[in-house]
């Protein structure tokens, strides 16, 4: 099984930003694909970004051009570079890892952390 940890959330002011941390117990090199997805109170969970295991990234529209995605095979962690941040960021943000083995696709997810973005 693959456990994963986030850390990095916190309060920042509109404008400002944050790094998200997702670390694995297990290699991430064997997951064909991590995303990040949040969900605010009162909404529903959505994707934020997420990335394959060769590097392909996709965006949600609303973070394009201020969130970036990134891994790190070597220490078994994942990256949200989060910037200029908007107060509709406001989430709890999750790790998400998934694994194919065969026909059966695992989902594994963090237990969240929290951005909150408000002056």
């Known amino acids: 099984q693959v456990q994963l940890v986030e850390s990095g959330g916190g309060l920042v002011q509109p404008g400002g930003s944050l790094r998200l941390s997702c670390a694995a117990s297990g290699s991430i090199g064997s997951i064909n694909r991590m995303g990040w997805y949040r969900q605010a109170p009162g909404s529903q969970r959505e994707l934020v970004a997420h990335?394959?295991?060769?590097?392909?990234?996709t965006y949600a529209d609303s973070v394009k051009g201020r969130f970036t995605i990134s891994r790190d095979n070597a220490k078994n962690t994942m990256y949200l570079q989060m910037s200029s941040l908007k107060p509709e960021d406001t989430a709890v943000y999750y790790c998400?890892?998934?694994?194919?083995?065969?026909?059966?696709?695992?989902?594994?997810w963090g237990q969240g952390t929290q951005v909150t973005v408000s002056s």
């Open positions: 990335i394959t295991k060769s590097g392909i990234t």
């Open positions: 998400n890892a998934e694994r194919q083995i065969i026909a059966t696709v695992y989902n594994y």
